[in-house]
Each structure stands twice: as C-alpha cells, then as structure tokens.
C-alpha cells in the first residue's frame, strides 16, 4: 500500500512546520558526490586505456574490432550483474563458472536427445537455477559459509560435468542456437552486448532504485538490524543466489553458442575473473556497498585492457598479471594514498 | 570539593591521570580528566553511562591512545602504547564484556600472553595447569582449568577474567562493574577478593553503579560526568546524595519528567509464553498510554523475552493478542505488522544500520509506505525522515551522514525515529538509554512520556532504578526467566525491586 | 568420552571404513608399501594445508598456495638448470625463503593495508602465474635438463618412505609443536577465536595474520620443490586449481572457516580423505572423472557436519535457575 503525498504526516510541505530544528537533506549535492565518486575515477581509467589502445594500435579504432573486443566481458559481466548483488548482501559464489559447465553439459543432453533451441535454452537456464537453489539453500537453510559452500559445489558442479562427459565433448548445437554467441542484433551490436546493455540497465535499477535493492544493502551492512527492522534477510539472500545462478545459465548459454560445443572445463578460472571484475567497480568485498555502473565501467577496463594487450600481441597469462595488478592496486593505492596523507 | 592536597601528603598514587584527553568523531568521550589511584586502596569511579570510564579503563589498558595529557606511574610520565606495554608496567583490567576465548582452555585463557616457559621457550604446559588452579583456588572458583571455556557459564567465565587479572602481578587492578554477572554469594566472595587484594598493597579501581557496592567497598571516590572531572574525595566525607547529585548534575526529579498519561483499554496481552531453555510463563497486559518496565539484573531473561515476543526466537507456548486478536508473530516483520516495535539495547548491532545514511535508516521499516509499486522514491523518503527526526530534535549535519558518524545519543534517536514511523501501537525499549549522554537521555525520556499521553503503550526495559521508578507507570520484574512481581503504587519502591529481582527474602536470605 | 565424539576420531573413522571397503575387493590397497605411497603422494597436500589451516585459524584464506607453489617451483628448476652444481639443500633453502617471501608480500597487503586476505590472494595468485610466465617464457623445463641429484631427493627410500612422505611427517610434527606449545601458535588461535579479546591481551591481530601468511607462503614454496622434482618437469599451469583442494583438505579436516578452531591431525586426516579418494578410484576401477564431483560432495558434507557439531549454546537462564535452587 503507497501512501500519497498528501499525508499531512510527511507531507514535503508540512515536515518543515513540525518542531525541532531543520535539518538539510544533503550536503553535497548529489552531482559533487558522482565526480568525487570510485565510478568517476574508474571511468578516467577507462577513458586513459581507450586513448592509450588507440594509438598502441592502428586496429583498436575500427567499430567491428572493438565490437569482437565486448566479447571479452559479456559474460562474465552478465554474471558480475547479479554477484554484485550478492557481495553487497555480504555472500559470495564462487561456484559460477562451474554453474556455467554443468548448465552446458545439460544443454549438450538435451540437444543430443534431439531438442532444438528453445528447449535448450530453457535446459540452461533451469540448470543455472537449480544450482543457485542449491546453494542458496545450503546457506540460507542451514547457516553454512557462502565461500566455503561454493568452493563445494564449484568441485561439485564441474565434477558432475566431467563425470559425463570425461575428456570429451558435445558439438553440433543447432543452427539457430548460434544466435546468442555469434548472432547480431544492429549493426555492430552483438546479441550478447544487446543483452548486457539491457542487463545493466535493469540490474541498476534493481539495485538502486526499487526496496529490494535497498534491503541488500541493509542486509550486506548489518545483517542483524536489518532483520530487527523487518527485512526477511534469508528471503533475500535466497533470491540473490537464485539469481546468480541464472545469470550463470544465461552466460552458459551464450558461452556455449559462441563456442559452438560444450566440454568439462568450458568457462575455467571465470569465477576469479567475475569476483574482480566486482570488486574493481568498486563493490565491497566485505558486503554493504558498490553500485551497478562501477561494476558496468570495470567490465569495460578488463575488456579493452585484454583486448588493447592482445592487439599488442601479449600473451593472454601475462595480461593476467595486469588484472591481478588492477584488483589489488585500486584497492591498495586509495589506502596507501591516506596512509601517506595521514603520515 | 576534594581535598586532594591533604591525601598526597599522606600517600603518592601509584597511578595518575593528568589532563587526559581523547576525542572520537562527533564526541568528546574524555576531556581533560584527572584520576588517582593509591596503594592498598579502592577507588571507586562514579559516573553515569556515557561519562567516559569505559574510554578511561582502555585508556590505562594501552587499547586507546590518549589525545593529549599524561599517565603517571609513581610520580613518572609513562606510556601505554600497547594491551601489553600496560600489562607490562603492573595494569591489569577486569573488563566489562566478557573478553575471553572460547576454544580456548580456562588455563590457557589464564595465561595467554604471559605463559610460563619452558624448555626452548616452550609453554610449560603442567605448570601453567598448576598455576592456574591455584589461583582459581583462591578465589574459590571450582572451575577445573583443563576445561573448554565454551563449557563455562556466564559466572564462571567471570571468576576466569578475574583469575586472569591476578595472573599478572599488577599494582593495578581496574574491575569494571565486575558484579554485573554475578549472584549476591559469588558478589560477596569478590569482596573478599579486593579485601585481600588491598591487603597485599594494590591500588584498585572499581567501577560500579551500584551504590551500595561503592560504600561497602570504595575508599575514595572520583565523580565524571559527560567525559568531564567533576570531582574527588574520601568516601567517609560523603553520602549518597551527595554522590548521585555529582553525578547527575541535577535533582532527580528534574530528569523525569513523567506527565500523567490517560490509561486506556487493553492493547497487548501475553499468556503463558515460553522458552525451552530462556524464560517461563510470563503473562502480563499492556494498555493504552501505559509505560510498563521491565526491571530485572542482568542476565534475568528480558531481553530474550522481548526478541521472543517480535518473532527472533520461538516461544515453546505462548499467545499474544494484540487488541484482543490473536496475532501469531513470526518474524520482526508480522511484528511490525502488527504493530509491535522493538528498540534493541545493542544500537551498533541490532538497532541501527551505521554505514547506511540517516533518511534510509529510518525508512527502513516503512519502505512499503514511502516507494510506489515497489520503487523507492528520494522525496518522500527524506520528508518522512525528516517529520520524525524533527520531532526527536536530531541533531545531525545532513540526513545522508551515515549514522555511525553521530553520539550515541543521536543514534538512538534514529532507531527510535525509524520505528515511531510505522505508526506502531506498542514500542518496546530496550535499554533505551545505555551509554547515551544526560541531553539525549533527558530528549528520550520526555518523548516516552509524550508518546504515552498521545496513547502508544510502551515496554521499557531497564537496569537502572532511578529510570523504572521515574518512568513507569506499573513494573514487572523479572528473575531467572521468570516473572518476580508485579508493583505499582505504594508497592514500588527501589526496595521492593533490588528485592524482587534478586530474590532475597522478607528476612535478607537468598532464594 | 570427548576424544569419541571428537571430529578427528570421526574423520578418522570414516577413512578406516573406506579402507576397509576397499580392502574388500582389492587387498592389494591396503597392503603396507602401497598405503606409504598413497602417504607420500598425498604429502604436498598435507603440507600445504597445514599452512593454509594457521591461515584459517586468524580467519584469512591463502587462495595463492598453489601459484606460489608453482612459481617457487619454477625457480628452483631454473636456479638448477643454471647452476647443476649447486647442492640441493641450498635449493631446498632458497625455496623455503622465496615461498616466505611471496606469503609475506600477502601478509604485509592484509596487515598494513588491511585488503580483505580474498582480494589480496585473489590478485596475488594470478600475478604469481603470470611472472612464472615472464621468467620461463612459457616454456616447460623437462626432466632431462634437471640434474640427478635435484630430481632424486624426494624419492630417497628411508624405511620404506620416500623423503617426500618423511617431509611431510616432519612439518606435521613442527606444526603440532608450534600450534599447541607455542605462544605464537596458540596466538593464532586467539586471534582468530576473538580478534577483539585478542587485542586486550596484547597480541597484534595483524602482526599474527601476517605471520600466518609467512608459514603458509613457506610451506607452499617447500611444497613447490618437491613438486618439480618429484614430477621432474615445471611449466606454467603446474598444480592449476590445487588451491580448492587444499582449502577443501582443511574444510573436511575441521578446520572452522569462522577461524579459530581446527587442529593439526585434523588437518593432516583432512587431506589424506582426499588423497585416498585420488588413489582409490583408480584402483577400484571408477573413473577418474568421479574424483572431482566426490570431492566436491566431501566438501559440503564436512562443513554440513562441523557446522551442527560446532553451534555455540546460547545462554541458558531456565538451566542455571534449575541449578540454584
């Protein structure tokens, strides 16, 4: 039930009138407060690598080139959406990138059982869903470590994949399943950089703009109060784990199509990736704070560093060392920064 | 008022502070105090909640840094950078929290940090054993020190704190309110305790609120009040009032200002709740424009018995009925729906959210009333804010600081603030004003009197006396789980209560 | 009464069990010589949970372990390379030092810039991959180009083990000292049981959580010798992943990711659970591929079960009550 404006309780045009001192909504207003912010200093970062890229290499410019360039990130940020949400509420998965192999070996059952393409988007996408359901309940259920679940169900997850399939692997996916890994939706637009734009777009406003996203920051803050005022924090953290693991499904999917096959050790090391792509944007680790457009900005930074590194021809292990660099530098150097100031 | 020139030709303290210091962000929780302690005598520190012993007792324990001002040990300015620089030097601390380690055993919880060694520097582990039970011993703990802490009870685990102390050969002994957990027999072998530490020639500094505690044990007295010194002297040049009026700064009946509320119909009524392990068949009623307290030692199963009521824990049995509905409540959540709220005595833990900002604070529990169709909306939120702060008289630079960076006492406002707009019927406080300075305390209870006339029906819970008696209009008090008594009118009296709530008897025997 | 009920007496159970399951369709497993093998293949594992469990205790994880392993690793295969003549115990040394070196660069990111051990551990794992990458040029360095004597140590028989399975016994015996007759040991306990208490005590929370970090980035370099030699090739993606099961080793040994609790022969049944699932599934002729899945199980079952056995009691007033009168 919404309550309009004309509550003369708190009414903008009342509140002033009752008594006690007034006290000013903000100090900063709300644009001071964006520039100062993580995500400004994250986008300068962006904007020096693009320039930096541009004249590293006379390819970087080219609208097709930097369009291969998104695939670098779109599906681990599809999945950086919804493990944003969940690091703020103060859990973790890391169990994403073995969601991705099994919600592929399904939908490799499924299209050898000789199903066509909804059928086996829908397999993924259940599959991602169950998974999450898996761990939400080992840990909204019976009170269990996030980390220590996931880093469970990620040998889980992966093991049941590698149990079917063993060393090998299921190719032949439908001709119109390629839609979602290859596929074009406008131009230079890719089906799957139409589906993280569209994701960003609906993540920020979950997140910022509706109760919901307000509860998981209350929850990731402090659990306990947040119970004590009435959110249903098991409620919310089972969602959020719901959601995870969809996320995980859809990346299975688009993975999946793009490769064009499915084997057991589809999608290694993504979890790490996705948990810095998170952080980078500035989201918490400890829970309670970071915002979608910090975590939109940090998939944009890994992408054109991989690419901009690959153009130059650096081997794929060495711009590991770069990303690694990034996730302990943005942190360290904020703090080295006020240890240095502080004296 | 003290006549401090007299005593320092009679004995130099062991340990003073001189014009201490110390400021965190938005209070001064100490400002330039001054404190002596003398050898083979108590000092009792006397303050209310909020008047900075907990930051003096961590200040002398080398946990917080002073601002400025100095700390002398016989006359020297010396320095306690560290938990165990000031260990070092002869301070030990019976802290107030528990702090202690539960996988641990009671030896080792003895022990840790100053071992006996052995062999290549190896913790002698029979001595240590052999030790800690002698000292258990003699204090008459029957605790077996090879025992997990975690196996301990709350009692016991505070004869371990105090073995600890005595572990380490101090000079000087800080017992913060030591009898907080405490049964009036084990109270009474600590007495004998500080007797004998006394009579061994350490200085001790007891912090206590229980005034007959001070005047059965302190030699000397020293009075803060809002982080400031107001005073010292020698208890036999005192009396109680005079100590309280020190204390307060005021006359008591200045602080309560209860206004004559209209008492209405019945709103809430519990029957027969609970609890396997917590509390037993507690039945009361609540009505319209009541102030109903809560009085009971620490310990006594109140605050269990209000989280039970808004749905944290599960009663075994019970019924509540709110307005005469039966009303089953499961979760804080159908509490708030029902009308019920409750303000928890841990503000940093359970009441407030202090990361968050102020606005999103107080909306918490009424997003349902200020978002449309599940979409929060700034406008709305920052006017219900306001209208309630306002009404608390919140002082804050913003309504997007985060709460954390407010006093105590503004903290609590908020909590409170956030639950008045849900437009409850019942509103259970819980401490509700531990640890907050004499405005805010003053603020907080006027608005609880105000609410009552303006016919909410209130729950406080409360350890301190001088608040029941001042406040409520009927009290239960409760002891070990369970309901004492039921007092009002003649019958209440700060007597019947200490009485009631530590089962002592008509003829002064315990239970 | 308490030893029964104790998780190392029930972990130790369970392995008996299996043993005695197997034993049943193949003797030939439990037969002395082949349980020896199965202690010294599981031996890197052993040593490197024991790191990561004074880790845990302080409530950190060291998700590096296993780069550092690999990047300590590589070191010594090119120190060797470089200089055959060089006695291997000086290798054995320098890897002791470069794998404390490499656990320090964590240690002094958690303690003095107070980075979340996950996020530190995170980035250091991947940045050690990636400079084993630089220094190799990505290329293997193969058995052949090793000498005799680096590549032989591991494998020397004493009574029937190789020195590998004796290292491992030998840090099982330091670490047991260490942690329950030490004070820095049992610091790590305080720390992580009750950093708050720990701090009025007078033990430095991070100061322990950087000594922690210390002893695991050791063991991992320890680990990262006798790896190479005992495989006698190094590359880049050696022992890839090997992180999981060394936090799974501690998970199954009782090690309480909430710090605090967890003991050394804990730890050390931990990881030889997953060492004789390893060894076994061949052996009973399933395959491989199972491994992975079983372990996986094992680990969410164990933390299942520490998580019932280790719930705190809440205070009881009724009880006490009960007791008074």
Redesign the interface.
Known sequence: MTITTTDPDYSPKTATTTAGRRIPDRLTPPMVRAIKSWESLLLLVAVGIFILNSFASPYFLDAWNLSDATFNFTEKAMIAFAMALLIIAGEIDLSVAAIIALASTAMGLMMQAGFDTPMIVATGLMTGLICGAFNGVLVTRLGLPSIVVTIGTMSLFRGISYIVLGDGAFRGYPESFSWFGQGYVFWVISTELAIFAILAVIYGVVLHKTNFGRAVYAVGNNATAAMFSGIRVARVKMILFLLTGLMSGLAAVCLTSRLGSTRPSIATGFELEVVTMVVLGGINILGGSGSIPGVVIAAFVMGLVTFGLGLLNVPGIVMSIVIGALLIGVIALPRLWQKFRRG | MGNLAADASAAHPVLALDGITKTFPGVKALDSVRLHLFPGEVTALIGENGAGKSTVVKTLTGIYQPDSGQILMDGQPVQFPTAQSAADAGVTAIHQETVLFEELSVAENIYIGHAPRGAFKMIDRRKMRDDAARILTSIGAKIDPMVRLKDLGIASRHLVAIARALSIDARVVIMDEPTAALSQKEIEELYELVDHLKAQGKAILFISHKFDEIFRIADRWTVFRDGQFIGEGLMSEVDESDLVRRMVGRSVDQIYPKRAAVIGNEVLKVVGYSHATEFEDINFTLNRGEILGFYGLVGAGRSEFMQSLIGITRPTKGVTRVGGDICVIRSPADAVDAGIVYVPEDRGKQGAILDMPIFQNVTLPSLGRTSKNGFTRMAEEFALARTYTQRLDLRAASLDTPVGSLSGGNQQKVVIAKWLATKPRVIILDEPTKGIDIGSKAAVHDFMSELAAQGLSVIMVSSEIPEIMGMSDRVIVMREGRIAAELSGDALSPETLVRHAAGITAKGEAA | MNVLKSRETILFAAILALLMLIATRFPGFVAPTNLLNVWADTSPLMILALGQMVVILTRC?DLSVAANLALTGMVCAMINVAMPGLPVIVIVGAALIMGAALGAVNGL?VW?????P???T??????F???I??ISD?QWINAHEMSASFTALPRIQVLGLPLLGWTAVLVALIMG?MMS???PG??F??VG??P?????????VGRTQFWAFVISGMLAGLAGYLWIARYAVAY?DIAG?FE?DV??AC?IGGIS??G??GTVVGTILGALFLGLIKNALPVVDI?P????????????MA??FN?RTGR??????????EI??
């Open positions: 994880i990111l003095k810039l107070s980075i979340p996950i996020v530190v995170l980035g250091t794992m991947t940045i991959r990636g400079i990458f630089l990505g000292i007759r030490t004070a049992r610091a306990f305080a049981g009750n708050h208490a720990a701090v009025y005590t007078g033990i430095d880049v992943g999981l936090v799974a998970v990711i909430a605090g609790v395959s591929f199972w491994q992975l899945a079983i372990s996986g199980a094992a680990i969410i933390v299942t998580s705190t009691k809440g205070r009881i007033i009724l009880k006490s009550a008074a009168q």
